[in-house]
């Protein structure tokens, strides 16, 4: 897999500002915010997108998830939030690194385009 522009954010070859961290996962602010917070969490392992997750990396999905939902109760979105993964190019995805939108802050429309 080719490198992207998350994994020079997770190595710190490029500046990113992050809001959480540990030994699985990394948080950070969108560069182009949709909603006032808009957070993409991501995990250190370079996988591409849902379809090339396999069964081992059930644990680590949990977790993202997990660390999705802990910020955003730190972010005090208790009106609530939404998590969105692109995958593929019909999903909208355009970074080659998992990752989930964490989008709240405003009344956020459905569907979405
Ligand atoms: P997606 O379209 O689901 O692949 O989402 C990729 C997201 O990455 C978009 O919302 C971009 O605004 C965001 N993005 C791209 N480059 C950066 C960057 N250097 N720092 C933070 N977010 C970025």
Known sequence: MAETIFAKIISREIPAKIEYEDDHCMAFHDVAPQAPTHLLVIPKQPIVNLAAVTDDDTPL???LVR???QLAERLNLADG???VVN???HGG???DHLHIHLLGGRPLRWPPG
């Open 61 to 63: 999905l949990g977790h």
């Open 93 to 95: 995805q355009t970074v």
């Open 67 to 69: 660390v999705a939902t």
């Open 87 to 89: 995958c593929g190019p």
């Open 81 to 83: 939030y939404r998590l």
